[in-house]
């Protein structure tokens, strides 16, 4: 098994179902599906764990890496930089709901974990188990792996199998929530103390919180079903094209003379034409294709 992200290696999504169908079904589609060796992505692990405060000027580049992500190949590089950029021990995706077609009943797993670590995951049905899966997609807020309340002796069994093999002792998983019924986990894990946790998480929780949707719309963007032809308003349009000047909602207002809350639902209607997951990316999608610049 190729120890890159790789077409063959990779699939893609559960099915976009409703929420409660997910609930209901979803995990056991993932837990079969990872149980019997179903698709996922993987790399060995090569970061560092030491870690420096994040600058607004790496960060910004992060993202701009992130917009760039057009294969798979891509995606291990964007992991690879983000676990580097940080000091991270590991990063991890785990998507679900995304997929067109027959892929829509598979799950997208992309993880910097060894590949002996997700054999022994996949051979000993830990989806079943693992209270990162079978609790994080299920929340709105961050989860600090510490917090899972009174685990199991097999769970604790768990985790210390994850430890012995590369998944740092420290964890964090960020979930994301899609109109159309998608979700996704992101998940970093570290091995500094917990001084030095508690001060990454303080620094950093809204970095990775961005990146977690930002990740999760580029593969929307790769695994997903396509944009449909789309048209904005000349209204939308220049919502847009003031954000894309750095402006504020609010300045948007008060420059083109209309009500904040005007503004904001232009803003959501583009947001919603280009199945964007903020209005940074509804500019680079209607960049990309052109529609700030084309003529109504």
């Not at 120890?3 to 209901?24: G, I, Q, W």
């Not at 609010?250 to 964007?276: N, P």
């Amino acid at each position: 098994m190729s120890a890159s992200l790789s077409a063959n290696t990779t699939t893609s999504l559960l099915s976009a179902s409703a929420t409660t169908k997910f609930e209901s079904a979803g995990l056991k589609v993932l837990s079969e599906t990872l149980g019997r060796g179903g698709p996922i992505a993987d790399r060995r692990n090569t970061a560092t764990i030491t870690w420096v405060p994040m600058t607004g000027d790496k960060f910004t580049r992060l993202l701009a890496e992130i917009e760039e992500v057009g294969n798979l190949l891509d995606l291990e590089r964007l992991f690879e930089q983000i676990a580097e950029t940080y000091g991270l021990t590991t990063v991890a995706y785990l998507g679900a709901g995304i997929g067109k077609g027959e892929q829509q009943r598979e799950p997208y797993v992309a993880a910097t974990y060894s590949l002996d670590w997700i054999e022994r995951y996949k051979a000993e049905r830990y989806v079943e188990i693992d209270p990162v899966v079978q609790v994080g997609m299920r929340r709105m807020l961050p989860i600090d792996w510490r917090d899972f309340a009174s685990p199991t002796d097999r769970i604790r069994n768990f985790f210390g199998e994850a430890k012995e093999f590369g998944v740092g002792r420290r964890g964090l998983s960020i979930p994301v929530h899609g109109r159309r019924g998608d979700r996704a986990l992101f998940s970093v894990t570290s091995s500094v103390s917990d001084r030095d946790w508690r001060l990454r998480k303080k620094h950093s929780m809204r970095d990775f919180q961005v990146l977690a949707v930002h990740v999760h719309a580029v593969l929307l963007d790769l695994e997903g079903a396509p944009i449909p032809d789309v048209r904005l308003s000349p209204r939308e349009r220049e919502c847009l094209l003031w954000i894309a000047e750095g402006k504020t909602a609010w300045e948007c207002s008060v420059i083109l003379g209309l009500s904040l809350h005007t503004v904001r639902c232009y803003l959501e209607s583009a947001r919603h034409k280009l199945r964007a997951s903020s209005n940074t990316h509804a500019v680079a999608k209607a960049v990309k294709t052109g529609l700030l610049w084309t003529t109504p």
